[in-house]
């Protein structure tokens, strides 16, 4: 399998385990994974870890359910990655990795309503408040990421949902809150993140 390259960094590279505490049948990824049980014939995946690059774990085959962040790092269980989450999945079961981490050249901005209209909030470092910051509201309608990629938050303190917000998937324009994530039912935004490569 070839790897995906991140901007001006190595192949991306992701070694998975069907058990907790990197144990069981482990496989590794450098691409866009589906499925993991096609691939493998792994019934789930329970502890990850991120050898290069930074990558997005998905519940559920085909790139669906809630998203987690994996960035360079171990896993061991499902703690781990789904951190203060409000949400928790024991498995995940497709991954891809991100194109465009470039951690030093990230921004993206908020807007009030859909289709980029109402008030604007432009960003180029993380924010664990954005109310505290200045963000008159607790939802995001829309955002465009001109350069990089940011993982959203619902609650502040990068609690909640995570929706991973990438300049190059939807060209960088999400027009409703929808767009963020397969899992997205709310426009409840109040916490942003650049992601750590």
């Keep these: 399998m070839s790897g995906t390259l991140s901007q001006g960094s190595s192949p991306a590279r992701l070694t998975l385990w069907e058990e907790e505490n990197f144990q069981g049948r482990r496989c590794e990824l450098m691409s866009d994974c589906s499925s993991i049980r096609e691939l493998s014939g792994f019934r789930r995946v329970r502890s990850v870890k991120v050898e290069s690059g930074a990558w997005v774990g998905f519940e559920y085959p085909d790139f669906q359910g809630q998203q987690f962040i994996l960035e360079k790092g171990d896993y061991p269980r499902s703690t781990a990655w789904s951190g203060s ?4 999945t024991d498995q995940l079961l497709s991954f891809r990795p991100l194109l465009c981490a470039n ?3 990230s921004r993206v901005t908020l807007y009030e309503g859909e289709n980029f209209q109402g008030c ?31 993982v959203g938050y619902q609650y502040p303190g990068f609690r909640g949902y995570q929706y991973v917000l990438e300049q190059d998937r939807h060209s960088g324009e ?4 929808s767009e963020f994530g397969t899992q997205a039912h709310t426009n409840q935004l109040q916490s942003i993140r650049r992601v750590q490569h």
């Design 174 to 177: 999400f027009r409703k809150y």
């Design 103 to 105: 951690h030093s050249d």
């Design 85 to 88: 989450s409000g949400y928790r």
């Design 120 to 150: 604007k909030f432009e960003l180029s470092d993380d924010y664990p408040s954005l109310p505290a910051m200045g963000w008159a509201s607790k939802d995001v309608g829309s955002l465009k990421v001109t350069s990089g990629a940011w």
